[in-house]
């Protein structure tokens, strides 16, 4: 097989590129301990996902190479309560094929980037702590591990450890508390505000 060229190009995703995310997603679930869940998803299940990330303003991004989509990354609130307004997670998955190449890194720079344009002030990544690669990844693009969670998770008949990083962010630069009470308003004012 040819290895990919190293450079691809990060854009926001769009519609038609569901079925190469879910098809990336599906191996992460059935192949790795990237992500902690142990069924196939469906297309109407990334179909929802992309649309509330959309209706949120949060970004999803698609790394493609030619015509082909080789990975795909997002931010998510970090917690549902609305002071972790400034907070989100990151997610990166690369095609196995891809892998290796430097594609996780330039995804993770663009989702900092547009944390940074969103106002946000800290990034978190949740990840396996035997996922030697995402650790690395993460380190060398400013984030420090937070917190070492112990068997929080259990796959291929075997408990998980979970790590968390975090980079903290010099936005915004006037952060203010939300007015609102419920997490609606938090996701459509809060989550949504930029420069």
Do not use: C
């Amino acid at each position: 097989m040819t290895p990919l060229p190293a450079m691809a190009q990060i854009r926001p995703a769009a519609e038609p590129d569901l079925p190469a995310i879910l098809a990336i997603y599906n191996h992460a679930i059935l192949h790795t301990t990237a992500v902690y869940d142990y069924a196939p998803h469906t297309l109407a299940m990334r179909q929802d996902w992309y649309r509330a990330k959309v209706a949120a303003g949060l970004p999803v991004l698609v790394a493609e190479t030619g015509d082909q989509v080789v990975g795909f990354g997002s931010l998510s609130p970090f917690r549902a309560w609305a002071a972790y307004k400034y907070t989100v997670e990151n997610s990166i998955h690369i095609a196995s094929a891809a892998q290796g190449q430097g594609l996780g890194g330039q995804m993770l720079a663009a989702l900092v980037a547009a944390a940074e344009a969103r106002d946000y002030h800290a990034i978190v990544a949740g990840i396996d702590a035997d996922n030697a690669v995402s650790l690395h990844l993460h380190r060398r693009q400013g984030f420090e591990e937070v917190a070492h969670l112990r068997q929080v998770g259990y796959k291929f008949g075997r408990w998980l450890d979970l790590i968390f990083m975090e980079r903290l962010l010099s936005t915004p630069d006037d952060p203010t508390e939300l007015t609102g009470t419920t997490l609606a308003t938090g996701l459509t004012t809060g989550l949504t505000t930029g420069k």
